[in-house]
Every structure is written in structure tokens, then in C-alpha cells.
């Protein structure tokens, strides 16, 4: 923004086919993330920026002990709901947050790069951050699996909804991009 005024506006769209998309869900009304916090359930901008960097940061360490999220946060990844799913296809969709991540689901993951904050929203308890997945290709998940099985970077924007300190909701979308791409900005 100069002059109060958009000079510049950074877009991430995933459309039909590159990855898990369902466009009937990815546009639907989100009003837990438009509903006001109460003061007392709100958390300070330092905390909130934080957010983001505590899931990278469990995700890289294969430890979701020190994640600050509810047992029933829901994650959604362009518009397919990826935890808490009583009938989602594969095990990982069944469980929550910090237990995929404890249990190894996402440790084909070496860490999330580029990281940026775009948006802290204290009266929402909203924290927005962009950031690339860095899949290198040949780290195992669960029983041997290499998710991927070639190297990519996986663009996301994901949208952290948190009260009383605790993420009790994450919104992404995300893509798969070639390996070692950078954002631009």
C-alpha cells in the first residue's frame, strides 16, 4: 500500500487438477474466521506473527508437543478438509494437527521456507503467512512412504485462526511448484 492506496497485490490460485481441490468448498463462507474474538480469548500481535513459525517450526522438528493448537483444529487445503475427518479416505484425514505430525505424516517435509506474515488481525484472532513447502523428494513419511518421490516446493497461503493461544483452525491453499522456485517478493 502507498498512500493508502493498493499498489500491489500477490495472488496464489490452484485450480482444477494440480492438486486436492474441491472448488464447490473453497468457495463457501468462512464465518469463524469474520467472527470478533471477546478481548479476554484475544492474543498480542508478537504472539500471533508467532503462530505460523511454531507450525513450520513442529513440522520440521517432527514434534507437534510445543504446538499451541486444539486437539479439534481443523485444517482445510484448498477447500478438502485434511484433519478431524470422520470420512476422510486415508487415516492421516482422521486425525488431528499435532497427532499427524507426531506420528510422522508429515515428515517428508524439511521445513518451510520463505517464510512472510502478510496480515495479523488481533480482534479476529487471525494470522495469514506465506510460505513454500520444501519437499526435497526422498524423506520418508508413514511405513516407508516418499509422498512425492521428486523434489518440489509447495507454495502455501494459510490462514491461522486462534483464541485463548490455541490454533483451532488453519485454511490453505497450496500447489506444487518446481524445486528451489522463489516467490518474487
Not at 513450520?56 to 487445503?77: F, M, Y
Not at 492421516?92 to 506474515?117: C, F, L, N, P, S
Not at 519437499?135 to 518421490?149: A, I, K, Q
Amino acid at each position: 500500500v502507498n498512500d493508502g492506496r493498493i499498489s500491489e497485490i500477490e495472488n496464489l490460485v490452484v485450480r482444477q487438477g494440480s492438486i486436492i481441490f474441491s472448488p464447490e468448498t473453497s468457495n463457501a463462507p468462512r464465518p469463524h474466521f469474520e467472527e470478533t474474538l471477546a478481548p479476554a480469548e484475544r492474543i498480542g500481535r508478537e504472539q500471533l506473527a508467532r503462530i505460523p513459525h511454531l507450525y513450520l517450526d513442529a513440522i520440521t522438528a517432527d514434534d507437534g508437543s510445543e504446538l499451541p493448537v486444539r486437539d479439534d483444529c481443523i485444517r482445510v487445503e484448498n477447500g478438502i478438509q485434511t484433519t478431524c475427518n470422520p470420512e476422510a479416505q486415508i487415516e492421516a484425514g482422521k486425525m488431528g494437527v499435532r497427532e499427524q505430525i507426531d506420528k510422522g505424516y508429515t515428515r517428508h517435509i524439511a521445513g518451510g521456507v520463505e517464510r512472510r506474515i502478510w496480515v495479523l488481525d488481533e480482534e479476529r484472532g487471525m494470522s495469514v503467512a506465506f510460505f513454500f513447502f520444501d519437499h526435497p523428494g526422498n524423506l520418508e513419511s508413514v511405513n516407508g512412504r516418499v509422498p512425492f518421490g521428486y523434489p518440489n516446493y509447495m507454495p502455501a497461503a494459510e490462514i491461522f485462526k486462534t483464541r485463548n493461544g490455541q490454533i483451532e483452525r488453519i485454511e490453505a491453499i497450496i500447489d506444487i511448484y518446481q524445486y528451489g522456485i522463489k516467490s518474487g517478493w
